[in-house]
């Protein structure tokens, strides 16, 4: 089995900074793309950022600028630094991620259980 595990969530102050990760762990044959959603309460599952497997990048408006998304092969792991944050980036940030298993020549969509980011002073 494949899974997505998050990291890194928790409650800052308005301004302040947080760093999400997410390791892809199980029989993984290869990565595709990695990327971060987020879903705040009444509010739809929105793309924040996605990283290709050659590390090209794109964001949502509304991010750019203030968060940065990169990975790790090696480790398997997308990341998520997330700086100068506001009250409308309170949601559960979830991991997404084009997984091809060992076992299967095709890639499935695979996600994370999710993780709560709440800024607020």
């Known amino acids: 089995q494949v899974q997505l595990v998050e990291s890194g969530g928790g409650l800052v102050q308005p301004g302040g900074s947080l760093r999400l990760s997410c390791v892809a762990s199980?029989?993984?044959?290869?990565?595709?793309?990695m990327g971060w959603y987020r879903q705040a309460p009444g509010e739809e599952r929105d793309l924040v950022a996605r990283?290709?497997?050659?590390?090209?990048?794109n964001y949502s408006d509304s991010v750019k600028g203030r968060f940065t998304i990169s990975r790790d092969n090696a480790k398997n792991t997308v990341y998520l630094q997330m700086n100068s944050l506001k009250p409308e980036d309170t949601a559960v940030y979830y991991c997404?991620?084009?997984?091809?298993?060992?076992?299967?020549?095709?890639?499935?969509?695979?996600w994370g259980q999710g993780t709560q980011v709440t800024v607020s002073s």
């Open positions: 997404n991620a084009a997984i091809r298993p060992r076992y299967s020549s095709i890639a499935s969509s695979y």
């Open positions: 199980g029989r993984i044959g290869s990565i595709g793309y």
């Open positions: 990283i290709t497997e050659d590390d090209k990048t």
